[in-house]
């Protein structure tokens, strides 16, 4: 378990690492793309329709 709790943590600081190689441009369109997709799902609406064969 501590083999796996160590591994975790390093993955864990190389992705924060990577991330702040990012340049503002790419961390923006990143942003703006996460953004878009938040604003899509909040008017998303689920309707079901019950499959009727006739």
């Known amino acids: 378990m ?3 709790k ?5 993955a864990e600081s190389e992705r924060l ?3 702040l190689k990012r ?6 369109e990143m942003a703006t793309r996460l953004y ?3 604003q899509t ?3 998303a609406s689920i ?3 019950p499959f009727i064969s006739k």
């Open 23 to 28: 340049s503002y441009k790419e961390r923006f």
């Open 47 to 49: 309707s079901h329709k």
């Open 36 to 38: 878009k997709i938040q």
């Open 2 to 4: 501590g083999k796996q």
């Open 6 to 10: 160590q591994s975790f943590d390093q």
């Open 17 to 19: 690492k990577e991330g």
């Open 41 to 43: 799902m909040k008017q």
